[in-house]
């Protein structure tokens, strides 16, 4: 089946009703154990980098990873996907490097902590989606601001972090995207929620509205990690200092597929199951002596 592009794969779950998993990788062992479970789901799926990873790992590192999985598991259609470009120029290096699609996050400025205008993001994401567009490269925008509700309880009004569905059909629009991230009250990292989240933090029924509007419109759901509370403990109880904390709850993203949601972003669940066996593994007084990272 080898690499394809973003679009392909989420017309083909719109058709048939499900979302395919998009996780972020930094090395081998997490791409490898994300195959195995693809293989084992029989699904497709989306491995990204991010910057994050490209500066740890290296984007040459980092896109050879994925080419060797999709060498290796010839049958499971995999796209690889820059994650958070944060201006036109990097999504361009992307696609030169031969990433099958790219996210333009013009949501915010270059220096992805300001918030932008919405006249930027069109441009900025428009510029991308018609130099990805004439090299088969599918993309990724985003319209709202990602972070959750209950961080911001003191705000008059928490509409202001939910995706307006008016700049959403705007901005389907005008720069015509393969998918589109929205705001519903997720958030990026480990820390999203201080207690279990409800439909005052987590707000569904915004992609309801966002799927009447924009019934042909692909959606992406990030920071959507469960924080399994398991895992969660198991951290702390080889000597982690998590405190507690929680995820989007899995029933919660098979709503949000109800409703148009085709990409669901999973970072921190990757980093907290490797984290936690790696301590538990030390932890053990039958490995004190082993010293092969086998």
């Known amino acids: 089946m080898a690499l394809v592009s973003l679009r392909q794969i989420l017309d083909y779950a719109a058709e048939h009703s499900f979302a395919v998993p998009a996780f972020n ?29 490209n500066n740890y790992a290296g984007e040459v590192f980092l896109r050879h990873l994925i080419a060797a999985a999709v060498e290796q598991y010839p049958h499971i259609p995999v796209v690889m996907h820059r994650d958070h470009g944060p201006a036109p120029a990097i999504c361009a290096q992307a696609i ?16 992805m902590k300001t918030p932008s205008s919405f006249d930027y993001n069109v441009n900025v994401t428009r510029t991308v989606v018609d130099m990805a567009h004439a090299c088969g490269v599918s993309v990724e925008g985003e319209i709202g601001c990602l972070g ?24 389907v629009k005008q720069t015509q995207v393969d998918a589109l991230a929205v705001a519903i009250g997720t958030s990026h990292g480990a820390y999203k929620f201080s207690k279990p989240p409800t439909g005052d933090v987590l707000v569904i029924s ?25 895992w969660l403990k198991s951290i702390n109880d080889y000597g982690g200092d998590i405190v507690q904390t929680y995820g989007v709850p899995v029933d919660e993203i098979v709503e949000g597929i109800k409703y148009g949601v085709r990409k669901v972003n999973i970072d921190t669940d990757l980093r907290m199951a490797s984290t936690g066996a ?11 002596s082993d010293f092969d990272a086998r």
Do not use: W
């Not at 030169?96 to 220096?111: A, K, N, T, Y």
């Not at 042909?216 to 469960?226: D, E, I, L, P, Q």
């Open 96 to 111: 030169q490097s031969g990433f099958s699609s790219v996210m333009m996050d013009g949501s915010l400025l270059e220096d």
């Open 25 to 53: 990788a930094s090395n081998m062992e997490q791409v490898q154990a994300i195959m195995q479970a693809a293989d084992a789901c029989d699904s497709p799926v989306i491995i990204q980098g991010s910057a994050g990873a």
């Open 278 to 288: 790696i301590r538990q593994y030390l932890a053990q007084q039958e490995n004190a």
């Open 148 to 171: 959750s509700i209950e961080d911001n309880a003191d705000s008059a009004d928490h509409s202001q972090l939910l995706t307006d569905p008016d700049e959403a059909v705007e901005f």
């Open 206 to 230: 915004r992609l309801k509205t966002l799927q009447q509007r924009l019934p042909n419109t692909h959606f992406v759901m990030h920071g959507s990690s469960s924080v399994p509370q398991d």
